[in-house]
Each structure stands twice: as C-alpha cells, then as structure tokens.
C-alpha cells in the first residue's frame, strides 16, 4: 500500500521521520506563516512575530515534557556534539565527572570531555561489544565528581536503560535518541540535552534542560557562545538562533502532546518495537539482536543476518519495497531499524513480514 504522497518507510536513524501532519502545517505556512506575511525562514529572530514562535516552542517542550519551572530550556547549535564540549567546560573545568558509557556516543562524550578536566570512565560495556547499561545505583561514585554522565539510548548499539537514573547527585543526560519517546521525570536530571534530529524535529538545534542552580556551578571566562550563562542571559539568542527548526520543534511537540501525552507515545513505541523484537525472536535464530532483552531500545533496533552477502541482498531487496535506511552502523554491522515517535505502526508491520518472507526464502 503505498503511503501518503508516496514517501517511503524511513528507518534512519538521523535525522529521522516528522509526523505528517507536521510537515503538513509547515508546508501551509511555508509562504505566509499565520498571516505574518512571511516564511518563518525569513523573519528577524528579533521581530514581534518569531518572538511569539519561540516562546510557543519552549511553552510546548514544558508541556510535553513536564519540564518544571527551574529548569531552562534553550535550544543551542552545534548539535548533542557541542554539548559534549560545552557541558564539560561549564561544569568539569579544573574538577572530575564520572562517565558512564554504553554505546559509541559516551565514548565521544567521554573522550571529548577529556579536553577539559579529568573525566573518569566509571563503567564501560565495551568489552562485551556495548550489549547493555549497568545498573547506575550499583556503581561507586568518584567522592566529589561534579557530575555523572550518561547517555539514555545508545542509538547505534540500541542499548536503553529504559528508566531514570535513581541515583543522588548531580546527573547530566544525553537523551538525543529517545528524548520524549516515553515519560521522564526531569527533576532526575540537573541537565539533559538532544540533537533535535530524531524526535524532535529537524537537524540544527539541540534542546537543552538546564536546573537553573546549575549557572552556578558554571566556570567562569568562557567563550560566550559556549557558555550557559550567556546563552540563558540572552535567552538563546545571544547570536542568530536555529529558527526553523525550533519553529518545527514547537510543532512536533504541540502534535505528541494532542496525541496524548508521552504516556501514549510509550505505548504506541512499545507496540511498535515488540513488532519488530517478535520478528527477530521467532526467526529460529536467522536474525540476532543486538542489545540484551533488558535493555533493548524501543527507538533503535539493530540486528544481524547469517552473512554479510544476505544482509547485502536483504538491504537491496528491502529498498525495493520502499523501506529504506536499514544499514546498521559500521562498527555494528548487520542491519538497524530506527523507529522514532514520528515513524508508523504499519511500517514495522510491513517490516516483520518482509523479514519472515525473506528468513523463509533464504533460511
Ligand atoms: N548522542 C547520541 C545518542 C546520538 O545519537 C547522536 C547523533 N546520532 C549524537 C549524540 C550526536 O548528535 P549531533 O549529530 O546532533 O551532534
């Protein structure tokens, strides 16, 4: 059955899909946004108009996402990448953080943070191939770390803790893979940021959370870009603000909050990722997941074939159903589903029964 306007089913894992409706209402008020008589693209990041636009977006990301009012929402460039920089100048400087590292991404977030200050690796999954998160509240804690890091999912190795950490101190969060995916308390998190491109919306802004305690703890004389003081100062916009795409953020979150809420969004992801968990589960073993059952990602689903040669004919094969982006990441292999907010039921249906088809013809 073909979807509407033709597209295809997106598995990428970033960026990732919008929900149509969405792209509908961005697409009216391409030209003329809400009789502003202009696009959103070409207004003054000053003027009346974006002004409202913006506070809209932050006043929908609360809603959605039950953010308190001592928390800070800002929307930064430079990506979940930059944070990885910024949050270790503001707050490691001089000092130590306990790092928690499940999957590819803390590794980049550890590494980075490095340049800064003495960054402890305080659990690593590596040598089992990144297959898990730890439990947080078993790990000893380095005595006056300023912080610990973690990343929730591991988008590439689909590893999810699934639930806050229940862990006392200060605790920084890279939620870029399944920020809004389920409920979360914030109040858990002194700050948590996500690369808007999976469930938030499009590239080039990254949410950040910040408790508002936290600007004290920051260093002082850093480049202002790169500081949060600055940026909450000036209420994200000490320089030209990624206005487009917090435009399109205010919209998505409108959309999951009309939705239902992320208690609805959760059981809509559950039901979607069991398809595919089920799929893989009872293929007699052709296919093998990644990640182990109690830390499988609801968002991000990788997966292996026998060979390299039928993950090959399986990805073409897929292709010409329309079902694209299922190549796993490199240092993974085999294949991955990435199945974000925005991403539909029926095409994880669609995927399970191509995959039994598939296993059936070349098991
Ligand atoms: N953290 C995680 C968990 C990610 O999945 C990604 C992007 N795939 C990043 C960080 C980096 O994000 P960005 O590309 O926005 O810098």
Known sequence: MALPYDRQYNFSAGPGCIPVPVLEQARDEM????????????MSHRGKAYLKIA?????????????PPEYKVLFLQGGASLQFTMLAMNFLR?????????GSWGEKAIATAKYEG???LLWSGKAGGYTEAPDLGGLSRTAGASYLHVTTNETIQGVDYLEDPKVSGTVICDMSSCIASRPFDVTRYEMLYAGAQKNLGPSGACLVLLHEDMLERAAEGLPPMLDYKVQVENGWMYNTPPCYSVYVIGLVCKHWTAFGGLGAVEKMNREKAKVLYDAIDGSGGFYTPHAVTKNRSLMNIPFRLPSDDLTDKFLS????????????????GGCRASVYNAFPLEGCHALAQFMADFAAKNG
């Open 31 to 42: 030209l003329n946004h809400g009789g502003d008589g202009m696009s959103v693209m070409e």
């Open 94 to 102: 001089g000092k130590t953080a306990d790092y928690v590292v499940t």
């Open 317 to 332: 094969s897929a292709k010409a159903e329309r079902m694209h982006e299922l190549k796993g990441h490199r240092s993974v």
């Open 55 to 67: 506070e809209e977006a932050e006043e929908s990301v609360r809603t959605l996402m039950g953010v």
């Open 118 to 120: 003495a960054a402890n």
